[in-house]
């Protein structure tokens, strides 16, 4: 893929000294779905894959809950570098990656995406409501282009300190798979105006 050549050479991200991997993301090309999350954590940078620990084990199993597999979906990040520590990425991080982002959305076409938790859920919304006023309601918005759903979901490291937060995006999840059914169906051309049809006598 030349996006992901082209990244090698000349990501100038400011979290390229410290990384051990750049983090692309992975999954399905022409996926209908997509996650995005936060930033790659310490077992995605040793491995240069999205979600491979503890919190993408139970995006898989929430996955599979509804029966979607991860080579159905693409999965990716905001940051595609971990930050020191797993701390909150740097304004300055997000606008290095996030034209990176845009274009694989670009390239993906999905009709849908599930945002993560908070940065992911502002970052591609461009709204500073937070996660939790906005999860589990999927909102019509233009991404890269593209006139797309956007399905903000709590992030799975939320859920795995918090049952509250389990038992929401459990059950927001349960809804992807109806969504995505509507989202296929193809959009109802608008009925036609009558042409020189008689007034209606509203008055009997
Ligand atoms: N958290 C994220 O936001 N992304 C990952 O890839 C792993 C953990």
């Known amino acids: 893929m030349e996006l992901y050549k082209e990244l090698h050479a000349e990501h100038g991200c400011p979290l390229k000294p410290s990384r051990t991997n750049l983090v692309f993301g992975m999954g399905n090309a022409d996926a209908e779905l997509m996650f995005v999350g936060e930033a790659p954590g310490r077992d995605e940078d040793l491995q240069g894959k999205p979600f491979v620990g503890r919190a993408g084990r139970l995006l898989d199993q929430l996955m599979e809950e509804i029966g979607i597999q991860r080579s159905q ?15 909150d990425p740097l304004p300055e991080e997000i606008e290095e990656c996030k ?3 845009m274009r694989k959305i ?6 849908m995406i599930c945002t993560l938790g908070n940065f992911a859920t502002k970052t591609i919304t461009g709204s500073p409501i937070g996660i939790t006023r906005v999860c589990g309601r999927p909102q019509q918005r233009e991404i890269a282009g593209l ?9 799975p490291a939320a859920a795995l300190r918090s049952t509250g937060c389990l038992n929401d995006l459990r059950e927001h999840m349960t809804r992807i798979p109806g969504l995505l059914e509507e989202l296929r169906k193809p959009a109802e051309a608008p009925e036609a ?3 020189g049809a008689p007034q209606l006598d509203l008055f009997g």
């Open 106 to 111: 670009q390239l993906i076409e999905p009709k």
């Open 193 to 195: 105006e009558p042409v």
């Open 147 to 155: 006139d797309l759903t956007i399905y903000p979901l709590f992030h």
């Open 73 to 87: 979906v693409f999965i990716a990040n905001i940051l595609m570098c971990r930050p020191p520590g797993n701390r």
């Open 99 to 101: 034209p990176y982002l």
